[in-house]
């Protein structure tokens, strides 16, 4: 799917990305890059054929790949709808941002509810550097020199300059846990916390 580089990048996640429940993704590439008007970046293709989506760690979401405008408030079309919402009308630089009609694609969301994205200017996908659009108010944006797989291990691992994240649950803490969103929704539904193995304590509870 991948090529050597990008698998290997997706590899080199594996020990800060364990999973019993990484069962991959089945994904018709082609339609959906027909759809978005674009190609994806490599290495979130392999990360997809490797772990699928899903949550890491009950601090982060990897989004399932949907087609644009579908308005899945759960994949990537809802929260890149999110993203370009909150995204500044106007580029501190309009040659790193020269597709103004779209800018990020969402691949992922933290707990803090901020959209992780990619700022798609480049032709090349392999050549998007990962952005992280915050909810917070404070840093609206912030744009990293890697890609999804890469910059997912240097979160873990703490080797950006600082947390990306409104939320520092995930940052440089190690190891983490996957658990595909199939399986996250099984142990929910059959009242069971997917993150600690235990009774989930507000299973059966409706929320307004």
Not at 22 to 29: F, K, M, P, S
Not at 35 to 63: K, R
Not at 146 to 153: D, I, K, Q, S, W
Request: overall charge negative.
């Amino acid at each position: 799917m991948g090529s050597p580089v990008d698998s290997a990048a997706v590899q080199a996640l594996g020990p800060l990305l364990l999973s019993d429940y990484a069962v991959g993704e089945q994904v018709d590439w082609l339609r959906l890059s027909r759809t978005w008007g674009t190609g994806f970046p490599s290495d979130y293709v392999a990360f997809m054929s490797a772990y699928g989506a899903g949550g890491i760690s009950d601090a982060f979401e990897v989004l399932r790949p949907d087609e644009c405008s579908t308005g899945d408030s759960d994949g990537m079309s809802g929260e890149t709808a999110n993203a370009r919402a909150a995204w500044p009308s106007v580029s501190l630089s309009t040659e790193d941002f020269s597709s103004p009609k779209t800018p990020v694609i969402a691949w992922g969301v933290t707990v803090g509810a901020d959209v992780v994205c990619w700022l798609t200017g480049n032709e090349n996908p392999d050549r998007w550097p990962v952005v992280v659009v915050s909810r917070d108010g404070f840093a609206r944006w912030a744009t990293y020199e890697c890609g999804m797989a890469e910059f997912l291990r240097r979160v873990f691992s703490g080797e950006l300059e600082a947390c990306p994240f409104s939320d520092a649950t995930l940052w440089g803490t190690g190891a983490q846990k996957f658990v595909h969103r199939q399986e996250e929704l099984r142990l929910l539904e059959s009242g069971v916390d997917p993150w600690t193995g235990e009774p989930d304590p507000l299973a059966g509870v409706g929320f307004e």
